[in-house]
Structure formats: C-alpha cells, structure tokens
C-alpha cells in the first residue's frame, strides 16, 4: 500500500516538475505619426519652460490672479437676500417643507447648466 502511494507520488511531482512560461501578450503598435515635428515640440517645451506655470507642481495655484467682478457689497448683499432660502435648504428636513410652498421664492432666476456666453 505505501509503495502504491509512493509511487503515486513521484508520478504527481513528475507531473507538476515541468517549468510553466506564464507571460503576458505583447502587441507592440508602433503606428503612432506625430503632426509636429521636432523643433515645434521643442519650442513648445521652452515656451512652457518660460511661462514660469507649471500644473504638476505642488505650488500650483490657478486661482491667484483671478479677479472678481462684483463689489463686495454687491455679494453681501445677494448673501443678505439668499439667507432664508439657504437657512430652509439646510434645515433638519433638508428644505422638503419650503420646497413644497407653491410660491417660487428664487430671486436670481433658473440656473441652468451648459457653456459659458463667451468661450473666448
């Protein structure tokens, strides 16, 4: 009995003894045609260099030469007329019973989403 399972044994190892080449299907695709040539890229590459903004920095901060173009008391005051609409949107039942009122309470309009006017 032992030497059935012996030999059962060394036939199981000898079965599982060969080398497995597992590997991953590489396509390589080399048909990529560039429309600039290397000069262009190249000049672009300075042209980046030089503008001194990089968006891959860690210090990179889009907003620091935005401007506004109201007052401040122009958006104190649209704070000021927008409180009690904010107050009821945030209330304990997340502005359901305002929202409810007949009475359209807006005062700035519908805002819809799409493109700017201007896209320069």
Avoid at 56 to 72: A, C, E
Avoid at 73 to 101: H, K, M, P
Wanted: charged share 15%; proline share 4%.
């Amino acid at each position: 009995m032992n030497r059935h399972i012996a030999a059962a044994f060394v036939v199981a190892a000898a079965a599982f003894a060969g080398s497995a080449f597992a590997e991953t299907p590489t396509v390589v695709k080399d048909d990529f045609v560039s429309t600039a040539s290397r000069a262009q890229v190249n000049a672009e590459l300075v042209a980046f260099k030089q503008a001194g903004v990089n968006p891959w920095s860690t210090q990179y901060n889009p907003l620091r030469f935005v401007q506004g173009t109201r007052t401040r008391a122009q958006v104190v005051g649209e704070y000021l007329a927008s409180r009690d609409q904010v107050a009821a949107l945030t209330g304990e039942d997340s502005g359901s019973t305002w929202l409810a009122q007949a009475a359209p309470r807006n005062a700035f309009g519908d805002t819809l989403a799409g493109l700017p006017v201007s896209t320069r």
